[in-house]
């Protein structure tokens, strides 16, 4: 096979393909990380490595007004934006880490390190053993990046045109062009739309069209930014179905930014907040609810023929009251006294229904964004 | 007030970028300046005269140099195409929204713009007095004509710039047009060479166009070539021209309003 | 090379399927030419009505001296002017970003990546007005002189792209262009004048350091004094060297890329 290596193990005889993956007898199919710094599967680094990234840029201050404006012409004040500060994680193959944070976090300026549009001021990152910033072809030809805000396909013609010529940047075969245009049209529904100026598309085939242009050669590495910014409620839903089954055919680590917690927490089982530039939490979503949750949400909907329920002294002796009225209760729980709370609810209510539930990611995360102090 | 409120708005953003400023004062005016100077040297050393009609060899050096400052004010931000990008883009549905004239609010615009070019002129125009004394009967009647005659000229020049770009209701990409605008002007304004030079068929019908109040005019105000009858009576057909290009532009307005989509093209 | 000749097919046929939907703009560009082209033969006959010489040059020479300049501006405006408008713009709005991960030479992306159709009619009108310039002249110029011309006013057309980048890399550090661009501009009227009318510094400025008059004034002066070594040398290590500057500047503009946030 082309590009492929001879393996031996224990008397076997393997092949492994391009990508590292290889047979035995057709059937099985086992998959050995090829790195760059040589065959070692077992001890191979992450796809993804930051350490203590940092980027800081240098801004100018001007006094309001004409006269500031003519001052200006002749001296102006410099100020240092500490944009990312220290970011040290990593990101393996098949996995997509959601980057959190609010805007001018330092996000977008953390992906576009990692791919290699803009140098660091300090610190250290790899991408699949390459320094993202040099940007070298062997690099480029395995990265991926998708801006929901920016487009990369011609305005005026159609998507199709755009793939010929990305199909011979990224010099794909004619074979693999034609499978993997065909395989990504057809998940993402919009084969019908591929000779359609892009101007005259809607946002969401738009945007699709935007996911084809940038997986069509199959990248190892991908960098999502806002992809689904501005869609509506069914086209967000068919990117994330998408990037769930792509993810688990092509196993690419990906990292994707956005402020729509559906995004996050149907996409990614691991998350990186960012605060003023500084990685604060760095684990699986379960983790941020455990460590920063102090609360569950307890909802009880009470029977028809139950009398109307006030918003009583001893009703709030069990928890914080958000809904209280139309025969619904909800209260906030402290996490030890959840069994004890909903037993009494029980035993004093005619209940037709409950429901435990953990508080809400995003508002734990707008928590944690708006504290001054660090993680517990 | 809204005009004075728009005008130095706009004066606030063009002065926000100094590299800009510095820039085009000291090497884009002057390097201007400069290459005109060496032309009108090279003609008079090459031809060997001391004299090309009316002109000695620093008298068309300083044609050349005014002509250069004049014409910075004049032209102000000929070459941004906001009207026809307003157009293009959609961006006149706001102005259309405005309880306020979009051709009073350009002309606003484009006077703010010229706060950092009359800076440069009077940077780099400071010296011209000191080093062509006595080279032309400059007095304060004469300049005083020249800046009104400047000021008509802007506003000759804008009501041009802006009716060409009216056409963007209609045809795809104006740009050229403008383009071939800047060069009749240049040519037939005086720009490129002093208009006493062109024979007298070509002066005479060039007197029927706007082009000569554009550059000549201000300049001849300006050396004492013109009486005051003379003065009055080019004033009165560049304000003629003026009335006339803007008639015409209300016409294009008018049908062009009846295109606008407000999307863009 | 053979990879990046198909990619800059791509980019024609790209181009082309583009332009045919402004069609006023193909008509419009051809008489703003055209309307240029009778403007500078009027200029310098409105000259030379007062003049022998200019810049060395007689009346002949300097009609075949704008010939090149109109040729070597249609090429300009065709393959290069589009990319170099729209660079500062990539620079400032981050939209430089797209570019920065293909597996391609940015630098050659950003340059050609828009050829401009519409102007095609106008390059065929100035190689037409540079032909019957070349053809009326009294004297005869042998077609090796002329072969020599050509050669060097692509590499004067290729300086030209060089000197403008030079003007527009300083975008990433200065977040805008249209001082530079002025300047550029500005200094860009030095090609449409005989090399011949400056003297002094200046006159060894403009073939050094800031090399316009190599665009065309020093082609049309091989074409009519003949080609010598020393001629030959100046003109190849100008360009050369100016190219490398530009390679430098452009790299170092890349490393302090600051891409806006989207």
Known sequence: MEGGVRVVIAGLDLGLD??????????????????????????????????????????????????????????????????????????????????????????????????????????????????PWERENRLR????????????????????????????????????????????????????????QVRRLSLGERMKMELIAALLHSPRVVYLDEPTIGLDLTAQRAIRDFLLQYRERHRPAMILTSHYMEDIERLCRRIIILREGEIVFDGSLEKVVETYADHKVVTVQLAKTAPPVGD????????????????????????????????????????????????????????????????P | MTFWQVMTIEARKRMSYR????????????????????????????????????????????????????????RSTEMEMG??????????????????????????????ALAPSLIQVLLLGAWVPFVFAGEAEVTLASAVMCLAAIAVANVLYFLLGTVIQLVASWADNVWSLMVANRIA????GGFMIPLSLFPPWARAILAWTPFPYLFAFPLDALFGRLSPADWARGMGLALGWCGGVAILGKILWRRGMIQYTGVGI | MIRYARLYLHFLRFSFSRAMEFRFDFFFRVAMDALWYAVNFGFFWLLYRHTGLFGGWNYDQVLIFMGAVFVADAIQMTVFSNNMWALPMLINKG????????????????????????????????????????????????????????????????LHYCLQMLFLIPSFWMHTSHGLRDVFWSLEAVTNRPHGIFTGWVRRLLISILPFSLVVSYPTRILFEGITFPLFLHMTGVSAATFLVMLLLWRRGLRDYASASS
């Not at chain 1, 395989?183 to 019908?192: D, F, M, P, T």
């Not at chain 1, 035993?347 to 928590?367: H, Q, S």
């Open chain 2, 185 to 188: 002007a240049a040519l037939f």
């Open chain 1, 312 to 375: 009583a002294p001893e009703l709030r002796a069990l928890g914080e009251v958000d809904v209280c009225g139309d025969g619904v209760i909800k209260l906030r729980v402290s996490r030890g006294r959840v069994a004890d709370v909903a037993g009494e609810l029980l035993r004093r209510y005619p209940v037709a229904d409950l429901a435990i539930e953990e508080a809400d990611v995003g508002t734990i995360i707008e928590k944690i964004l708006r504290e001054r102090e660090g993680p």
């Open chain 3, 95 to 158: 939209d430089l970003d797209y570019y920065l991960v293909r597996p391609v030479s940015a630098l050659w992306f950003v340059s050609l990546r828009e050829f401009a159709a519409n102007s095609f009619l106008n390059l065929l009108m100035a190689l037409s007005v540079f032909a019957w310039m070349l053809a009326r002249y009294p004297l005869s110029l042998g077609m090796g002189g002329v072969a020599v011309y050509v050669a060097f006013l692509g590499m004067g057309v290729f």
């Open chain 2, 19 to 74: 590299a800009d400023f510095w820039l085009g004062a000291i090497l884009g005016l002057g390097a201007q300046i400069g290459i005109c100077i060496f032309l009108a040297l090279a003609i008079f050393r090459e031809s060997g005269s001391e004299r090309i009609g009316e002109y000695t060899v620093r008298g068309m050096v300083l044609y050349y140099v005014v002509v250069q400052l004049v014409a910075k004010i004049v």
């Open chain 2, 83 to 112: 009207v026809s990008q307003d157009i293009y883009e959609g961006g006149l549905t706001r102005y259309l929204l405005y309880p306020t004239s979009y051709g009073l609010f350009k002309y606003a615009q484009q006077l703010g």
């Open chain 1, 18 to 131: 391009d990508r590292g993956r290889y047979r035995i007898d057709g059937e099985s199919e086992v998959k050995f990380r090829r790195c760059r710094a040589g065959l070692s599967a077992l001890s191979c680094p992450d796809v993804i490595e930051a350490d203590r990234l940092s980027k800081t840029f240098v801004v100018h201050k001007k006094e309001p007004g004409l006269r500031g404006s003519l001052k200006a012409l002749f001296r102006r004040e410099r100020i240092e934006k500490h944009a990312v500060r220290e970011a040290s994680f990593r990101v393996d193959e098949g996995e997509i880490v959601g980057l959190v944070g609010a805007n001018g976090a330092g996000k977008t300026t953390l992906v576009k390190m990692l791919a290699g549009i803009i140098h660091p001021t300090g610190g250290e990152a790899r991408v699949l053993g390459f320094r």
């Open chain 1, 141 to 196: 030809r395995q990265i991926a990046l998708i801006m929901g805000q920016k487009a990369q396909l011609w305005w005026d013609l159609p998507a199709a045109d755009s793939f010929l010529l990305l199909r011979e940047i990224y010099r794909i075969s004619d074979a693999q062009y034609r499978e993997t245009l065909d395989y990504l049209s057809g998940i993402l529904n919009v084969k019908e739309q591929l000779q359609i």
